[in-house]
């Protein structure tokens, strides 16, 4: 294919005002090119996936052929294409460049999702890293862009376990040399502990930490620091950790449509539904439009998935709290009920042991008056002496009567002691 005329339709398509004019023509010319059997001709300039043209081609061009045969060759053969068609890194110069490890990160990851469903045994991988080696003659960045490739399939399929073992004592892994101690292989390692059930959390936070503090941080490595929380096996502080890395990530991303999606589900693992709901809003509202429209959708089903399980939360806060609030005034008309029988016991108590004393009194005093025997002073002192002792009984009736009942409110109302319905906890919306 002519070159000159790829370049041409290129740079016109540069100075489209449709993004996705851009992208249609980036797509035709991919097309051609692997129907062709060629490589694409041209240099990348830049790391910018939304307005290189240059960029955009190869992307989708690569994104072909992956697809079409997703084999950790093919992600060597990619690396290679990269490394010839990309100036040195040179963060120190005047003009500092560091367009590969952007897009090494970006295709690595992003080309390993699209294939997720074809994942290579453990044999065909140590064949395929022999003839890597030998056809690269071990050149370690080439490994390192393979193993990120692979190592993106199990992350992608959730397979914590494997994960783990392939980055720590598979061949290709090995031949990735230092590459091995950048951030973006420790986040995997965090996301594999993290997940893992034979690993400790304190050791996959450990993991996350360091990659998470690391001088070399890049957005990719903070996309899966988050990812690792968001999949994570439960434990206590899960909700708390995702939350406050997602808040930082959305500081220093404040239009990345993923991190606000990240943390959304911090605030909902919180229980914080209405902070949730407002952030998942704002990550479908920044959801581009374009590129992959497979990865546009898939993306988008997720955002919606969380945003359902938001309001679902919400109305489980909102039945709860209404529950709660009618147990509440249910226990406390059952505390009133209880205090009215309670004063009324004790009402009819008083009265029937003034009725009694007041009868006995009556009765009692019919022999004193009608005794001719007695004087007048003598009658009034028995008189008296049976009314005082018929009112020390009286009194002792009502203030037993008061003891008892004050003890036994006490009992069933103290603070201490009152027992009142409350709601089971509410678990954690679906974590898969």
């Known amino acids: 294919m002519d070159v000159a005329s790829i370049n041409s339709r290129l740079s016109r398509a540069a100075s489209a005002a449709d993004s996705r004019e851009l992208d249609g023509v980036c ?9 062709a059997g060629v490589e694409p001709p041209f240099r990348i300039p830049s790391a910018d996936f939304t307005v290189d043209p240059w960029l955009i081609c190869a992307d989708r061009y690569w994104r072909r052929r992956l ?3 997703p084999t950790i060759e093919t992600a060597a053969r990619c690396a290679r294409w990269l490394y010839d068609h990309t100036d040195p890194d040179d963060p120190a110069g005047p003009q500092p460049r560091a367009i590969r490890p952007a897009v090494i990160e970006k295709w690595t990851l992003g080309y390993a999702f699209i294939t997720r ?31 990120l490739y692979h190592a993106g399939k199990l992350r992608a399929n959730f397979a914590f376990d494997e994960l783990r073992l392939f980055l720590d004592s598979s061949l290709l892994a090995v031949a990735a040399g230092q590459h091995r101690d950048d951030p973006l ?28 503090t690391a001088p070399g941080r890049t957005r990719a490595v903070v996309d899966v620091c988050l990812n690792a ?19 930082e990530a959305v500081a220093a991303y404040p239009d990345d449509h993923l991190f606000h999606f990240r ?37 988008q089903e997720q955002y919606l998935r969380e945003q359902e399980s938001i309001e679902e939360g919400l109305l489980r806060a909102a039945e709860t709290s209404e529950q709660r609030a009618r147990w509440q005034r249910q226990a406390a008309a059952d505390r009133d009920l209880r205090r009215t029988l309670s004063r009324s016991s004790i009402q009819a108590v008083e009265l029937v042991t003034v009725f009694t004393a007041a009868i006995a009194f009556t009765v009692g005093s019919f022999p004193i008056t009608l005794s001719g025997d007695l004087s007048l002073g003598a009658r009034a002192l028995l008189m008296g002496i049976l009314g005082i002792g018929l ?15 004050g003890q036994h409110h006490n009992g069933d109302d103290s603070p201490g002691r009152r027992r009142e319905p409350r709601p089971g906890p509410d678990d954690d919306p679906d974590d898969s």
Not at 27 to 35: G, S
Not at 230 to 247: I, M, S, V
Not at 391 to 405: D, K, P, Q, R, S
């Open 229 to 247: 929380l968001w999949a994570a096996k439960r434990f206590p502080e899960r909700g708390e950790w995702l939350r406050r890395q997602a808040t």
């Open 263 to 299: 943390l959304a589900r911090g605030h909902r693992l919180c229980g914080d539904y209405a902070a949730a709901l407002s952030t998942i809003e704002t990550a479908l509202r920044l959801l581009p439009a374009i590129g992959s429209r497979i990865s546009h959708n898939t993306l």
């Open 27 to 35: 797509e035709t010319v991919a097309a051609e090119l692997v129907d």
């Open 67 to 69: 697809l079409a045969e």
């Open 391 to 405: 009112l020390l009984f009286a009194v002792t009736i009502v203030a037993g009567t008061w003891y008892l009942t």
């Open 185 to 212: 292989f420790t986040a995997l390692r965090a996301f594999a502990a993290l997940g893992s059930s034979t690993i400790t959390i304190g050791h996959g936070l450990d993991l996350l930490d360091a990659a998470w």
């Open 117 to 147: 469903d074809s994942v290579e045994s453990r044999q065909d991988l140590s064949l395929a890293t022999g003839r890597i080696v030998e056809q690269y003659q071990g050149s370690v960045d080439i490994a390192a862009f393979a193993t």
